[in-house]
């Protein structure tokens, strides 16, 4: 880099006045200011410091201009944006105060202008043909977080009024570059949740999405669909041996990751207690115990767990809190059974109710999802649309679904909608 050019001693430099007319001074005026309203108006980084260099340029007619942001890690200043420089590139750094009229500006936090550069003692020589510089510093809460360095190939190329009107333009760039910088941040932050959340996705996904077990004489069907990228839902089948199967449906209250967080240490609970106790009502009646002692103030879990006895074609369940199951038998009817206390409210008993699975007997799980859909009127889908959809032999829980979903007619989903249905052949 070239040496820097120092005042003679003994000699004094006059410089010209550059004359101004009021006309060219207006069109400059107003250039300057579409050039703000455009730069604050910018919300990405990159292209907001490239706005700012190339409306400055083209406003004022300048050699080079440059935007240096300050490296708070390292401590140093960072070229951000440019244009018109041959020498420095985007990321080339200098040390602040040791640098050029940017590191000093940076330094001491005070604009800096060099009318003749050959006699300033801080201008380090750049493009051909620069005369005149002036250096600004950019500040947030008055903290030093740039410097915009603008150069012209005039002697004394700025007039009071300009560098007036340069320091005013700089503290629209500071805004504009925090406020850049905090949608920046927020993007960042919202890409990483949303790279979360679709990794949780993926894990519940995991855990859900497996086959349904194979039983002679039974069939199983499911439907798990999060209002979000994850559920608060949840169904599982587990090979308790002798031909048991154990059927759980659970529903935890609230929604998105926390409501996730909670399924996931329930469903983890419940495998490790479901053989340890022959009937649902005892299981349940152990799991509320344990959990009880963790769950968040407020928290609850509704729950409808049932074994399988294929070998005995018959089906054993407890509620705690759940809706009522849906037997299809021919007729279709809401079993109107005795539940206890939705987990995590409180000490409850649950009691255990039987039923036999004759050929043709179907026997469906759901969750309130379902039920309490809602279309464009307010008006719940309900257990009557319900009982109506399962009065044709061949439906499906997936068919439910949709039936949901045209009947909301495009109204957003606010609940989890899942369902476990048991088909006896």
Same mark, same amino acid.
């Given at each position: 880099?070239?040496t820097?050019s120092?005042r003679?001693?003994g000699?004094?430099r ?7 007319s009021s006309?060219?001074f ?5 250039k ?7 730069i604050?108006s910018?919300l ?6 490239q706005?700012v ?10 050699v080079?201009?440059s935007?240096?942001?300050r ?5 140093d ?5 440019v ?7 985007q ?10 009229m940017? !590191?000093? *500006?940076a330094?001491?936090g005070r604009m800096h202008?060099? $009318?003749?550069v050959?006699l300033?003692?801080?201008y380090v =020589?750049c ?8 250096s ?5 809460n008055?903290?030093i977080?740039?410097?915009l360095?603008?150069s012209h190939k005039?002697i004394n190329?700025?007039s009071g009024d300009q560098?007036?009107l340069?320091?005013a333009?700089?503290g629209?760039?500071?805004?504009a570059?925090e406020?850049?910088?905090m ?8 890409e ?11 894990v ?5 999405l497996?086959p ?7 069939a199983?069907e499911t ?19 002798d031909d048991?199967? !154990?059927i *759980?449906?659970a ?5 998105g990751? $926390?409501?996730a967080?909670l399924?996931?240490a329930?469903r =983890? ?6 053989r340890?106790?022959?009937s649902?009502?005892?299981t349940?009646?152990h799991l509320?115990?344990t959990?009880?002692?963790?769950l968040?103030?407020g928290k ?6 049932a074994?399988?006895?294929a ?6 369940f407890?509620s705690?809190?759940h ?6 038998n021919?007729e279709s ?6 539940t206890?206390?939705?987990?995590g409210l409180g000490?409850?008993?649950y009691?255990?109710?039987t ?9 469906l ?8 859909a809602?279309n464009r009127?307010?008006e719940e ?5 319900l ?7 061949g439906a499906c829980?997936?068919g439910?679904i949709?039936?949901?979903r045209?009947?909301g007619?495009?109204s ?14």
């Amino acid at each position: 880099m070239a040496t820097t050019s120092m005042r003679t001693p003994g000699t004094r430099r006059v410089f010209p006045s550059r004359i101004h007319s009021s006309c060219d001074f207006v069109q400059t005026l107003m250039k300057m200011q579409r050039a703000a309203q455009l730069i604050t108006s910018t919300l990405d980084l990159d292209a907001l410091l490239q706005r700012v260099v190339n409306d400055i340029a083209d406003s004022i007619g300048c050699v080079e201009v440059s935007v240096w942001l300050r490296d708070p890690e390292v401590g140093d200043m960072v070229l951000h944006g440019v244009r018109g420089c041959s020498i420095n590139k985007q990321g080339s750094r200098l040390q602040i105060g040791h640098e050029g009229m940017v !590191g000093h *500006v940076a330094a001491t936090g005070r604009m800096h202008y060099a $009318p003749d550069v050959d006699l300033d003692p801080y201008y380090v =020589a750049c493009e051909i043909g620069t005369r005149s510089e002036v250096s600004l510093p950019l500040k947030m809460n008055r903290e030093i977080i740039g410097v915009l360095s603008v150069s012209h190939k005039a002697i004394n190329a700025f007039s009071g009024d300009q560098l007036q009107l340069m320091r005013a333009l700089a503290g629209h760039i500071s805004v504009a570059i925090e406020n850049a910088r905090m949608f920046q941040h927020e993007r960042l932050k919202r890409e990483k949740m949303q790279d979360e959340a679709q990794e949780a996705r993926t894990v519940q996904q995991s855990l859900f999405l497996k086959p349904v077990p194979l039983v002679p004489g039974f069939a199983f069907e499911t439907a798990w669909h999060p209002a979000g990228s994850v559920a608060g839902d949840w169904y599982d089948f587990m090979d308790l041996g002798d031909d048991r199967y !154990g059927i *759980v449906l659970a529903d935890v209250s609230g929604k998105g990751m $926390p409501a996730a967080l909670l399924m996931s240490a329930t469903r =983890a609970i419940l495998r490790s207690l479901a053989r340890l106790y022959p009937s649902p009502g005892e299981t349940l009646l152990h799991l509320n115990r344990t959990i009880s002692e963790d769950l968040p103030m407020g928290k609850f879990v509704t729950m409808i767990y049932a074994v399988l006895d294929a070998r005995a074609r018959e089906i054993t369940f407890a509620s705690a809190g759940h809706l009522r199951p849906l037997l299809i038998n021919g007729e279709s009817s809401f079993l109107e059974v005795d539940t206890g206390l939705p987990l995590g409210l409180g000490t409850s008993p649950y009691p255990d109710h039987t039923i036999a699975l004759k050929p043709g007997t179907r026997l469906l799980f759901y969750t309130d999802g379902i039920t309490e859909a809602m279309n464009r009127s307010q008006e719940e889908y309900g257990p009557t649309r319900l009982l109506e959809h399962f009065g044709d032999p061949g439906a499906c829980v997936e068919g439910l679904i949709e039936d949901v979903r045209r009947f909301g007619d495009g109204s957003d989903q606010t609940d989890d909608a899942t369902a476990v249905l048991i088909r006896s052949r």
